[in-house]
């Protein structure tokens, strides 16, 4: 059992370049989630999902796409790299029930824009 | 609006003292509340949950939470710290029936020998 894969780990980017980081989990969990990591401000959300085909805006979007095609992937995208998207990357996955839940994390990726 | 704020950036404590880490937060319902904690190069760590019912939680590595909503806290304490606690914690509430999380700032510790 994987739990949630993210995938680079490390990665450098031009200013400009475009790139997706990839994100999976085998836990057949509805909810997934990306947030940045910036030292002192804790994670914030970037894009949610609450199931295949549903995707949300969170709290920092702008410059960043999603899409859910599948249950178990929840690809970002970063269409033009900016300096400011410099972060640590964390996707996560969640199951909700009545009095339980629990979300997951990835490893996270280092990424760097330059 | 949803918010947790960890008013302390940074603590440091001794080898074998105890610990308490704040944590507040503004939700409008019963909030669903996290801790996690993060080593350094590492993803995060469940440390415990609270929901409903018992207001003192327990969770991995004998840390504790005790819920009080009147003063919209959910404290963190463990009664004699480890070197290997050291690491960054963060609170975090469950923003409805929607996967989201709000985290707050984070809280680096370090323990000294």
């Known amino acids: 059992n994987a739990g949630v894969t993210q995938t680079p780990k490390f990665q450098v980017l031009k200013t400009g370049q475009s790139m997706t980081l990839q994100c999976a989990q085998d836990?057949?969990?509805?909810?997934m989630s990306w947030y940045r990591q910036d030292p002192g401000m804790g994670l914030r959300l970037i894009h949610y999902s609450v199931g295949a085909g549903i995707t949300d805006q969170g709290e920092v979007p702008n410059g960043y796409n999603v899409s859910r095609s599948t249950t178990e992937d929840f690809p970002l995208r970063l269409l033009s790299a900016a300096p400011s998207q410099t972060s640590v990357y964390f996707c996560?996955?969640?199951?909700w029930g009545k009095g339980n839940t629990e979300a997951f994390f990835g490893q996270g990726t280092r990424l760097t824009v330059v | 609006a949803q918010s947790v704020t960890q008013p302390d950036i940074h603590i440091t404590v001794s080898e074998g003292a105890s610990l308490e880490l704040r944590c507040n937060y503004s939700y409008g319902a019963t909030p669903y509340l996290f801790w996690y904690v993060q080593s350094p190069g590492q993803g995060l760590q469940l440390l415990l949950k609270?929901?409903?019912?018992?207001?003192l939680v327990q969770g991995i590595k004998g840390f504790e939470a005790e819920f009080k909503r009147s003063q919209s806290s959910f404290n963190l304490r463990k009664p004699s710290v480890h070197w290997s606690d050291a690491a960054e914690y963060f609170c975090a509430v469950g923003a409805g029936n929607t996967g989201k999380l709000i985290f707050g700032q984070g809280t680096t510790l370090q323990v000294k020998p």
């Open positions: 996560a996955s969640s199951y």
């Open positions: 836990m057949n969990h509805e909810y």
């Open positions: 609270y929901f409903s019912g018992d207001t």
